[in-house]
Nanobody
Framework: EVQLVESGGGLVQAGGSLRLSCAAS????????IGWFRQAPGKEREGVSC????????YYADSVKGRFTISSDNAKNTVYLQMNSLKPGDTAVYYC???????????????????WGRGTQVTVSS
């Protein structure tokens, strides 16, 4: 079992940047696929990005491709989501999630993931 804690959310103007962190404990990222999801009020939770710990595969939703980058620091057992050129449409609660094994391949669905962080709010103003 792995425990996940997100941080780094906040309020930023359109065009700005934020870096979200997902710190893991209880296990290592090598055994898991790590996904970033987001959910805006009244909307379904959607997959933003993921990274496969075993095969190094990555995925980005079309809406964030070229703006967001997923990375990891294995020494700190932490996964990051660097978000650049933020838009008001990026406003949502962002969640880090883990899926044991598997690979990061589209499509990604929330129900596939076993472990979740509490979420961190990202608000992008016009």
């Amino acid at each position: 079992e792995v425990q996940l804690v997100e941080s780094g959310g906040g309020l930023v103007q359109a065009g700005g940047s934020l870096r979200l962190s997902c710190a893991a404990s209880g296990s290592t990222f090598d055994d898991y696929t790590i996904g970033w999801f987001r959910q805006a009020p009244g909307k379904e939770r959607e997959g933003v990005s993921c990274m496969g710990g075993s095969d190094g595969s990555t995925y980005y939703a079309d809406s964030v491709k070229g703006r967001f980058t997923i990375s990891s620091d294995n020494a700190k057992n932490t996964v990051y989501l660097q978000m650049n050129s933020l838009k008001p449409g990026d406003t949502a609660v962002y969640y880090c999630a883990a899926l044991f094994g598997s690979s990061c391949l589209p499509p990604i669905h929330p129900y596939e993931y076993d472990y979740w962080g509490r979420g961190t709010q990202v608000t992008v103003s016009s």
